[in-house]
């Protein structure tokens, strides 16, 4: 990057060595970097006391003092191989989060840390395209700023404290229909992987990294008991759910390799991972002439919507599909049949108070 610095004297000595001095009326000179690169922290750092009127050498010090050369990168790096940031997260949390961090050490690496202000965080989550992606990169950047304010004291205050992006309230992705779910065990019956797949995912209302995860050592008794993979180290949620005829009657029918950890394996008799599984069973449902908005989470919204429809309570769904709050389930069941259940309610409120429900008969 280029930085525009005023006052500076620029020669190459007669050892080839390349010089900066600093020059200002009514300031005192001052020698800068031998060999420096004006980009560095430890040269800026030099450059603005020098502006300021103050000893050059205390800057440096300042910067000693906190560890590293006290640079946005230098910060960053560290903090990647800190136990903060590996020991905190899921492995695909934190690929997501080290992607966005070597996107701003990219961006402003070699400036200071102690010279980042607010202005320059929210102009930046300004450039997000979308909401959802500019909640993605403060989450992101928080943990960094807690971590360099309280672990490390790097910096005196939490820039990134009191910022908050509201994501946009959405349906998210489309849950399946019956006729979809009919349509999908039509073209794959049992004994095939899509078949598994589909019935994996419905009967436990499992996220794709659940469902990629199971296997027989997660059966005890009949039931499928096993940990979810989000939030598993800072809020782990275990499962516990009876194994449902049609997802046993799947396992049976497609047995994985007895050496095999998960019920699905790929061509080469290996677990799935999240991206593969995505792209396999992306063809599955074009197989089944179904449309590419019927996705792996499609089925866990649909599978929340039927035991919804099928009068379970908040709570009961809770315990198959791992949610925390009464508050995402809602948000998941948002699609249920509410004629049914209006006509259930009705019926419910009728029964209670003795009345007959009234029934409409059609003109002779």
Known sequence: MQVEMKYIQHWTDHLGRKRYRFRRRGFKRVEL??????????????????LRGEKPGEAVAAIAARGGSGSVKDAIERYLDSTTFNDEYSPSTKALRRSILKSVSRLVGNLPLA????????????????????RTRLLA????????????HLIETDLSDGIKVKAK???????????????????????????????????????????????????KDGWLV?????????????VETPIAAPLAAAIEACPSSPESLTFLTNEWGRPF????????????????????TCVPHGLRKASCVTMAESDCTPHEIMS???HRTLKEVERYTRGADHKRLAARAQAKVAAANNVVPLTVVADR
């Open 33 to 50: 970097p031998v060999d420096g690169d004006p980009d560095s922290v430890e040269f800026q750092a030099v450059y603005h006391a020098a």
């Open 115 to 134: 010279q980042m202000d607010r202005n320059y965080i929210e102009r930046w989550l300004e450039t997000a395209p979308t909401k959802g992606v500019k």
């Open 141 to 152: 950047i928080k943990p960094l700023f807690k971590w360099a304010v309280e672990s490390v």
């Open 169 to 219: 309230e959405s349906n998210g992705h489309a849950a399946w229909t019956d006729e979809q779910i009919a349509q999908f065990r039509a073209h794959h019956p049992l004994g095939t992987k899509a078949r598994l797949a589909l019935e994996l995912l419905l009967a436990v209302a499992a996220r794709r990294g659940d469902g990629i995860a199971l296997g027989h050592q997660h059966v």
């Open 226 to 238: 096993f940990t979810q993979e989000k939030n598993r180290r800072r809020k782990p949620v275990k």
């Open 273 to 292: 991972s999240k991206k593969s599984f995505n792209a396999w069973f992306r063809k599955q449902v074009a197989a089944a002439g179904l449309p590419d």
């Open 320 to 322: 198959v599909s791992g």
